[in-house]
T-cell receptor, first 111, second 118 residues
Framework: RKEVEQDPGPFNVPEGATVAFNCTYS??????FFWYRQDCRKEPKLLMSVYSSGNEDGRFTAQLNRASQYISLLIRDSKLSDSATYLCVVILSGSARQLTFGSGTQLTVLP | GAVVSQHPSWVICKSGTSVKIECRSLDFQATTMFWYRQFPKQSLMLMAT?????????EQGVEKDKFLINHASLTLSTLTVTSAHPEDSSFYIC??????????????FGPGTRLTVL
């Protein structure tokens, strides 16, 4: 079983739509959680950290459910510029703060 | 924000040659840098953790004699792919942890180096 699993997609949605991505992690002692965004042939860039209380940054909302070992990202009013691959990232317990990446979910926002 | 550079951004080489990739933190010091590899349509896979002034820690399955890592200063780590073969063709990305950052988990990624071995 992979340590971090995501639905690979692709998700093709019209502009203005709301889209949600899910991610599960296998290590219940995982410590920190993030969503990164990666554009084609570019490096990943931090989108937002994920906290147990949930957090929101503009059109983006991240949720963490430790009991279910589940992380989500919600994008409202999607823009063409949101088209990218979204990576779920976890810092595993005892991993010396190394990032473990999911395989990514590809999003294409259509005009 | 913090900036990490990589050089070269892309390289094409013949099979059997060695390729050196540099990773620099431009405006902060990084005692720890990480090297990742990403094959097409796959996720980033950690290859090794580079520690300033000491030996790198390699992930299982990564040959330390093939992927030489040197972290000689707080702002520079190098990855040398020795005797490269076509199966080493990949996107190599480094990241550096900003010790001075407010969030200790903050890592900044370089723009990546695309290696093609003919």
């Amino acid at each position: 079983r992979k340590e971090v699993e995501q639905d690979p997609g692709p998700f093709n949605v019209p502009e203005g739509a709301t889209v949600a991505f899910n991610c599960t992690y296998s290590n219940s002692a995982s410590q920190s959680f993030f969503w990164y965004r990666q554009d084609c042939r570019k490096e990943p860039k931090l989108l937002m950290s994920v906290y147990s209380s949930g957090n929101e940054d503009g059109r983006f909302t991240a949720q963490l459910n430790r009991a279910s070992q589940y992380i989500s990202l919600l994008i409202r009013d999607s823009k063409l510029s949101d088209s990218a691959t979204y990576l779920c990232v976890v810092i595993l317990s005892g991993s010396a703060r190394q990032l473990t990446f999911g395989s990514g979910t590809q999003l294409t926002v259509l005009p | 924000g913090a900036v990490v550079s990589q050089h070269p951004s892309w390289v094409i080489c013949k099979s059997g040659t060695s390729v050196k990739i540099e990773c620099r933190s431009l405006d902060f010091q990084a005692t720890t840098m990480f090297w990742y590899r990403q094959f097409p349509k796959q996720s980033l896979m950690l290859m090794a953790t580079s520690n300033e002034g000491s030996k790198a820690t390699y992930e299982q399955g990564v040959e330390k004699d093939k992927f030489l890592i040197n972290h000689a200063s707080l702002t520079l780590s190098t990855l040398t792919v020795t005797s490269a073969h076509p199966e080493d063709s990949s996107f190599y990305i480094c990241s550096a942890r900003d010790l001075g950052g407010r969030a200790m988990d903050t890592q900044y990624f370089g723009p990546g180096t695309r290696l093609t071995v003919l």
